[in-house]
């Protein structure tokens, strides 16, 4: 990769490594977004394998950067407050990559690409948006499902099957063979069914 990309990248990792919040890694008490990141990225490889672009790596690295920002808690709780929310950091994320990129060297037609794939252009249509997309559910899945399964358990059906339809074939095969506990397994089996 470029000089500029690693340049990008140390940032992007740097603005994440502020997060407060905190996930065990392995063990270790870490950022939250930072290892998110980290963990989309791998995703990415598994995904697009080794001719994934710089751009791609890029907004899977920045897809959520800086995201404690702009709590879920600034607006109302409905279905109205929940979209506005993830425009607003949809937007919030692509805006703080490309700064990033450009500062960086990347021309404004990389950026826009950057954009492009934060903001989910053509999913479906586009592989890299659909690898991006895919990588952050498969991310949730390993990391937020089990804790977010019991604080939603109203509404997780609902969440599965709407998470599934956006993933690709290739994707949900991945999702399939994730580590799980058992009562994890059978929320997700049911709502598959169902």
């Known amino acids: 990769?470029?000089?500029?990309?690693?340049?990008?990248?140390?940032?992007?990792?740097a603005a994440n490594a502020n997060d407060p919040n905190l996930m065990d890694d392995g063990g270790q008490m870490r950022p939250l977004e930072l290892v998110h990141a980290e963990r989309r990225t791998e995703w990415i490889y598994k995904l697009a394998g080794a001719e994934a672009s710089e751009e791609l790596l890029l907004a899977a690295r920045g897809q959520h950067i800086r995201r404690w920002e702009i709590p879920r808690d600034a607006y109302p709780r409905d279905r109205a407050g929940y979209l506005k929310w993830r425009n607003d950091l949809k937007i919030f994320h692509a805006e703080k990559t490309t700064d990033i990129m450009k500062a960086a060297g990347y021309s404004d037609e990389a950026?826009?690409?950057?954009?492009?794939?934060?903001?989910?252009?053509?999913?479906?249509?586009d592989s890299e948006v659909q690898a991006l997309e895919d990588s952050l559910c498969l991310v949730f899945l390993e990391t937020q499902f089990s804790e977010f399964a019991k604080k939603e358990a109203d509404k997780i059906t609902d969440i599965l099957r709407k998470t599934?339809?956006?993933?690709?074939?290739?994707?949900?095969?991945?999702?399939?063979?994730?580590?799980?506990?058992?009562?994890?397994?059978?929320?997700?089996?049911?709502?598959?069914?169902?």
């Open 1 to 13: 990769m470029s000089d500029k990309f690693n340049q990008a990248i140390e940032k992007i990792d």
């Open 111 to 125: 950026a826009d690409r950057v954009t492009s794939l934060i903001l989910k252009k053509r999913l479906k249509l």
């Open 164 to 194: 599934w339809r956006k993933m690709s074939p290739e994707g949900q095969q991945f999702a399939l063979q994730l580590p799980m506990r058992e009562d994890d397994r059978k929320v997700v089996e049911a709502a598959l069914a169902g």
